[in-house]
């Protein structure tokens, strides 16, 4: 895995927590999960994107930004999500703000198995990046999978 400073990654830490606390806060706790929940969301799109456009030679790979993005999803896919999942927050509650199916809940045992998945995905993905293109779309494979078993299930197709 491509070496990352600390001083890197305490940085993009501070800036985080700076527009975290600059950013209003809801009223409501289940909107701010939702929020949350989607930012979580958004990040793992803005670290998929490019590592999917280097699989799909969509554009060129580059070995330092796979790195970088691959990096960044096993992070994410390290966090424990369950604050940002409280009872109350899928689409049938909340519409128009949410996509997130009532059988998220119901089926809590099956999404979080799901997310495990997504965990070991993304972590083996940080191995191979930095690695080849070969590697990459190997990789990326199982990351797509992960992603599409979760979506398929519990995630709506619009708001």
Known sequence: MASISLTRIAAVALAAG???AAAPVAADP?????????????MLALNTG??????????P????????????????????LAHLIPEGTDNAAMPGKT???PSTWSNLEDATAKYEA???????LAEA??????ALRSAM???????????????????
């Open 18 to 20: 700076a527009a975290a």
């Open 30 to 42: 289940l909107e701010d999960a939702v929020q949350a929940r989607r930012g979580y969301f958004r």
């Open 50 to 59: 490019p590592l999917a456009a280097m699989a799909k030679a969509e554009t």
């Open 61 to 80: 790979y580059d070995a330092e930004a796979a790195a970088i993005h691959a990096t960044n999803l096993a992070l994410l896919g390290q966090m424990n």
């Open 99 to 101: 996509r997130a199916l």
């Open 118 to 124: 997504f965990t070991k995905a993304s972590a083996a």
């Open 129 to 134: 990046a930095p690695n080849g293109l070969d």
């Open 141 to 159: 494979g199982a990351l797509g999978q992960s992603c599409k078993s979760c979506h398929d299930d519990y995630r709506a197709k619009d708001f």
